[in-house]
RNA sequence: UUGGAAGGGCGGAGGAUCGCUUUCGUCCCGCGCAAGCGGGGCGGAGGAGGAAAGUCCGAACACCAAAGGGCGCGAUGCCGCGUAACCCGGCCUUAGGCCGGGAUACAUGCGGGGGGUGAUGCCGUGAGGCAUCCCGACGGAAAGUGCCACAGAAAAUAAACCGCCCACGCCUCGAAAGAAGCGCGGGCAAGGGUGAAAAGGUGGGGUAAGAGCCCACCGCUCCAAGCGCGAGCGCGGAGGCACGGAAAACCCCAUCGGGUGCAAGGCCAAAUAGGGGACCACGGAGCGGCCCGCUCCAGGUUCCGCAAUGCGGAACGGGUUCCGGGUACUGGCUGCUGAGACAAAUGAUUCUCUCCGUCCGUAAGGGCGCAGACAAAAUUCGGCUUACAGCCCUUCCAAAAUC
RNA sequence: CGGAGCGUAGCGUAGCUUGGUAGCGCGUCUGGUUUGGGACCAGAAGGUCGUGGGUUCAAAUCCCACCGCUCCGA
């Protein structure tokens, strides 16, 4: 598969959620896991469409360094393994302060952990 | 050389791959008659800080009735100099530069004056004085109101508890002189004691006892030669000495400040919704400079619910070069420089070099530590304050070593 | 981004205006009462007044700068 369409790891605006109202429906209609870092609501989506990923960095985790980082650490989670997802998801994912002063390694194992649990893994 | 203090500066460099974002070019796809709109590919260029922070001051800018006057409120308050945007004038070779002047708020920087007497040292018998360092929001306490707890007799028009002294009376002792006690009248503020502070201080004279009552010195107040741009300093002289503290209590005086802030403010399209409750009121709203008049039928306030998107302010700015025109200034198919997001870009992985710390090793070298601290633009700019791994520079101090 | 407010015993608060003693309730501890517990009665302990400076003879209070927390604004 990878020889004939190699998958870009692209996460492009279109890929992320912006509404309030689509936070709020996530995360008050979907699936909730708390795990490690890092909180995780999804809503599933007929399949076809695109997945989107919205992240929540509440001000109680730090301030805007610690913020930004968790962030963009949790994008770069997302934007690696998207392709790994079994069915389109609207995810909401919220970071906890324990994320501070954690590398991409280790959100990554407590992002396709959470997965796992979730069945949301291909 | 090491350590410390103060001040100033820096806050890794160069690549690769995958992403994000702004912008330019180009190509493709969809819709559309078209203009264009939407999506995507490729290529080029740009993409956090010294504090971007705290939001403590101001300025620009925007709107509010013109931003002017009054009241209220707030801020500031010794002197001099420097620094910007800004305004004005003159000259030139006219792009622009140079010179001169004005004006400043928040400030800030430098220097000075005065103060505190905090610390240290020196001088003096002493009261005190001088020097160095440190601190400092530094107009007015005889404009007024109020405050100074407790203690103490008395706390701001001084006062008299224990005391000291004098005269008189009574009584006791005594041969007498006189002494002690009590009472009454008067003088005093030296000593004790209280307090943060007791109404100049030290030493002497003087006195019944005392007192700036008198004298010397110290301090203070006033005048004042002279010096300094000035705040002020002050040779010398006069005054027995008044005027406690606090205005970071109210307040008074002077100066300055209109208010609100990019969620300011502007534009486009569509929808919510012809929603509900309560109260007010019989007329209300719109057109209009006002009245008449005309049009509409509900109007106003408040609460709840729903909705709250796009463009744009906003970086196309700013700075500078060049070319024009002008007094300031202003214009441009010009070059260079170039953050511009909005659930909010500046990230991830990795290579090389260098810095620092730490560990291993005799050494060469190697391993580890996220280049390792603080902290991320949100209209722009200036200042202040606060945080900070490590490195560099200057000055000072201390210790050790050497000469 | 802008604005407003609050930090006092373990908890909740008063005192700040007008500066001199930090008070109250709950809780804690001790004793009494009771067969025992609760309730009640009596007593006691417990305070860097968020931090640091300044003004003052004297600061929880006045002034300044920081720290932390909360709330409001399309």
């Not at 960095?57 to 997802?85: C, F, K, P, S, W």
Request: charged share 30%; aromatic share 4%; glycine share 8%.
């Amino acid at each position: 598969m990878a020889a004939e369409t190699p998958q870009r790891l692209r996460f492009g605006r279109a890929a992320r959620i912006k509404l309030g109202r689509d936070f709020a429906a996530t995360r008050r209609e979907g699936e909730r896991l708390v795990l490690g870092c890092l909180i995780a609501n999804w809503r599933r989506l007929p399949n076809g469409s695109p997945s989107r990923l919205g992240v929540i960095t509440a001000r109680t985790i730090g301030g805007a360094v610690v913020r930004n980082r968790a962030r963009r650490l949790l994008r770069e989670t997302y934007r690696a393994h998207q392709h790994d997802l079994a069915q389109p998801v609207d995810l909401v994912l919220v970071a906890r302060p324990s994320i501070a002063g954690k590398g991409l390694a280790e959100v990554e194992k407590d992002f396709l952990t959470t997965l796992r649990k979730a069945r949301l893994l291909k």
